[in-house]
């Protein structure tokens, strides 16, 4: 076998096992799973919890209220919606977070650096709040 019949059948096996072996169900159409972490400044701590949805599973204290507001958001944890009521100290005790996984068959990787974690609740509300 030649070198460029054997590189074009490495592609095609590396193609057919990325290809999904199954549709979509209804539950990832309409939903995600995600891997949620916070972590303190300069990974001083951290924790995490994974959210499924739309029938939220695993151990998200608020695991409903943040699959009705990233449904709300498309997903997007930057398109949540931001409590402007609520008023944070300007403390400088940075805390970041991650979403990975997927919503509705789309890939998601979101990472943000917030200034502490009273401005971490109010942009993203019930989402990181465990």
């Known amino acids: 076998m030649s070198v460029r019949a054997t590189a074009a059948a490495a592609t095609a096996a590396t193609t057919l096992l990325a290809l999904p072996l199954t549709p979509a169900t209804a539950d990832e159409r309409d939903g995600g799973r995600l891997l949620l972490t916070v972590s303190g400044s300069r990974n001083t701590w951290i924790r995490g919890v994974r ?27 930057e398109g949540l919606t931001a409590d402007r009521s609520r008023a944070c100290t300007q403390e400088e005790d940075p805390v970041t977070a991650t979403a990975d996984g997927d919503w509705e068959g789309s890939r998601i990787a979101w990472r943000k650096v917030f200034p502490n974690a009273c401005v971490l609740d109010a942009e993203t509300g019930p989402v990181f709040r465990f």
């Open 51 to 77: 959210l499924e949805c739309p029938a939220p599973k695993g151990h998200h204290p608020h695991g409903a209220e943040a699959c009705a507001s990233l449904k709300a958001a498309h997903g997007r944890p």
